[in-house]
């Protein structure tokens, strides 16, 4: 008959708990080992943020972002201060306009990692201002970029580039992005059609040579103006350019060189986002946002808002604010 362990002499159990102890050893190294692996391939796969995301919503803590994620298109204005920084989103296809001023932890690309974004189809710096492209080393560290717009009026000072251009340049070498100054006319990107409106002639101000694009998915249309002013406005106007949109990124932070009430009457959007920082003295001009408002657009701003996500069946438009809207 088998005896039992209490029944066993010291020495006898001294070797079944030296036993257990190394098969609990091995046990848990073998554990460990696949546990590492099996994280990796999760990561690696984009299943981890996904499961992620599902933990963070079942304890009550999702991302803003995560508003937009039964939609099949989402434009989300990501607050970063002053300035601009934009993703255009659908299922196969992530579009994004301008990063943003240089913040330390990378603001604008914190907001895609958490979103869950993998790579950039296509960015397009509008201009070379620092509160459009400042943050752009943080996107290209951080994220497979496939193509790069700039204007192309934007090479012209080449020799006397500020410190954020060299750096802007520099980064899209090191990570070998092929930079392009797209015509006017239509571009399809993954899902997205992507209309170029401007610039197609050169302005002193370099904000008028901001790239100007309508981008549409299905029924929706959303027009991005940059910090393009009036110059490149009454152009546009006088062209007879489609510029009607659903929804308009306020060009220039809501500033009072742009926004005439003409152009808004021609682009006659339901909803118009300003995209500042909180507490500017002069950003948004008062004058321009009572244009916006007599011309019966919905105002969305970031330094109210906080992120603001437009999100589309391509149909309709719900609208997502992080903040309540407190000045
Ligand atoms: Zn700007």
């Known amino acids: 008959m088998k005896k039992t362990y209490k029944y066993l002499n010291s020495w006898q159990q001294f070797k079944i708990r030296k036993k257990y102890r190394q098969f609990m050893a091995y046990f848990i190294s073998v554990m460990s080992v696949f546990l590492v692996i099996a994280f990796y391939f999760l990561y690696i796969s984009g299943t981890y943020d996904v499961i992620s995301k599902s933990v963070y919503k079942f304890f009550g803590m999702s991302e803003f972002s995560s508003n937009a994620d039964s939609y099949p298109f989402s434009v989300h204005f990501i607050d970063v201060g002053n300035g601009d920084a934009i993703l255009v989103h659908t299922e ?7 990063a943003g001023e240089y913040s330390l ?11 869950g974004t993998d790579d950039i189809d296509l960015f397009i710096a509008t201009h070379n201002d620092s509160d459009h492209i ?34 802007m340049y520099e980064i899209a070498q090191k990570y070998d992005i092929s930079i392009e100054s797209p015509e006017i006319g239509r571009y399809k990107v993954g899902d997205l059609y992507v209309d170029v409106l401007s610039p197609d002639k050169q302005y002193s101000n370099d904000n008028d040579n901001s790239i100007v694009v309508k981008i549409s998915y299905k029924d929706i249309s959303v027009l991005f103006t940059g910090d393009a002013g009036n110059a490149a406005e009454n152009e546009l106007l006088k062209n007879n350019a489609d510029i009607s949109a659903d ?25 118009a986002v300003i995209s500042v920082g909180k507490g500017n003295k002069y950003l948004p001009n008062n004058d321009t946002v009572k244009r916006i408002n007599e011309a019966g657009a919905s105002i969305c701003r970031t330094d109210y808002d906080g992120c603001v996500i437009l999100a589309s069946d391509g149909n309709s438009i719900d609208v997502f604010k992080e903040k309540s809207g407190t000045r």
């Open 92 to 98: 196969n296809t992530d579009l994004m306009i301008d």
């Open 105 to 115: 932890n990378g603001t604008s690309a914190e907001y895609l990692q958490h979103f």
């Open 134 to 167: 400042g943050d752009f080393s943080h996107i290209a560290e951080k994220f497979k970029i496939h193509g790069m717009w700039i204007n192309k009026y934007a090479y012209d000072e080449k020799e006397d580039m500020t410190e954020n251009e060299k750096i």
């Open 247 to 271: 929804i308009l990124k306020v060009s220039h932070h809501g500033s009072k060189t742009g926004t005439s009430s003409e152009f808004i009457e021609a682009v006659c959007p339901k909803y």
